[in-house]
């Protein structure tokens, strides 16, 4: 019996060096039928100057202008022509066997949604690994704070694009989430606990966006899917993991007095002892925030 094809598709803007790595993690999967798709969103450099031209499986586009990750995703969704659809940052790596153990886990147990474990690098270093284990519906626990982690994580059968939309242009960051919710509400996800992806980190990154979380990601976030809570009888806990991470952001941003607020105000919505650590540790902003931070990862 003949595998369905996956489409993987790799937004890029001027990383030629971390393509190219990009093209390598899915050439080396064990996985025998793919198409991989490049978009490139306006580059300096065309892709086009990059990419290997004597490979059959790669498909590039070029934007006509810098339209962002989003759009780029988008764009790729359009083109793919695979049963099955999986997203690679430019700067992200596979484990070999990840495509393969996720079509294996697709058709085991049914679901259109398939998602992996992740090891988080910076500078190297592993400094956090998560090991996923929701199944089945789990929109209740996207809407309370459940991470899924980046779309390097996740494979979709593409009638979940038809059933669901496509990914949010209008939101800044956060449109992983955001989508995941969405397609948690057409079909049921599967996870991988093994970290099949290595996400590497570098100084400055669009996560860190704090005024753009603020102003246009929370805002959109209420608008699109507070009634859901409120059907699931978790809109306060939502309410409050969307301060919460507008709080870890404004901590990455070095906002302490905006994180502060962020956390009292999660903490008044949803009470928790997460939360009233993080607040405590902010008394002095940075000179207390720093060291509990060191603190606590040393006990993990």
Not at 129 to 153: F, Y
Not at 265 to 292: C, E, H, K, M, Q
Request: charged letters at 25%.
């Amino acid at each position: 019996m003949t595998k369905p094809l996956v489409s993987v598709i790799t937004p890029t803007y001027d990383r030629p060096e971390f393509l190219l790595s990009a093209i390598e993690t899915v050439r080396s999967q064990t996985y025998p039928r793919t198409e991989h798709i490049i978009v490139d969103d306006h580059s300096h450099t065309p892709a086009t100057d990059i990419v290997p031209s004597d490979d059959p499986n790669i498909i590039t586009y070029r934007h006509d202008q810098n339209k962002g990750a989003n759009t780029a995703r988008n764009t790729g969704i359009d083109i793919a022509t695979g049963e099955y659809i999986a997203f690679l940052d430019d700067d992200d790596e596979w484990e070999p066997t990840k495509i393969e153990r996720q079509i294996d886990t697709a058709e085991q147990t049914g679901a259109r949604a398939v998602y992996t474990g992740v090891e988080q690098e910076l500078n190297g270093e592993i400094f956090a690994t998560q090991t996923p284990n929701l199944n089945g519906n789990i929109t209740r626990d996207l809407l309370t704070g459940a991470p899924l982690n980046s779309t390097s994580t996740i494979m979709f059968h593409e009638n979940i694009f038809d059933k669901a939309g496509k990914f949010d242009e209008k939101l800044p960051i956060n449109q992983d989430w955001e989508f995941y919710i969405r397609a948690s509400t057409v079909t049921e996800f599967a996870a991988i606990p093994e970290p099949l992806v290595t996400r590497h980190h570098h100084d400055s990154q669009i996560s860190d966006d704090y005024i753009g979380k603020r102003d246009v990601t929370v805002p959109r976030m209420l608008e699109k899917h507070l009634d859901l809570a409120s059907s699931y009888g978790v809109d306060q806990e939502f309410k409050a993991v969307l301060q919460f991470s507008l709080g870890a952001t404004a901590v990455r941003s070095e906002r302490w007095s905006a994180a502060r607020y962020h956390y009292f105000r999660s903490l008044l919505l949803s009470p928790s002892t997460t939360v009233l650590s993080r607040l405590l540790a902010l008394t002095f902003g940075r000179w207390s925030y720093i060291p509990a931070q060191k603190i606590r990862r040393a006990l993990v």
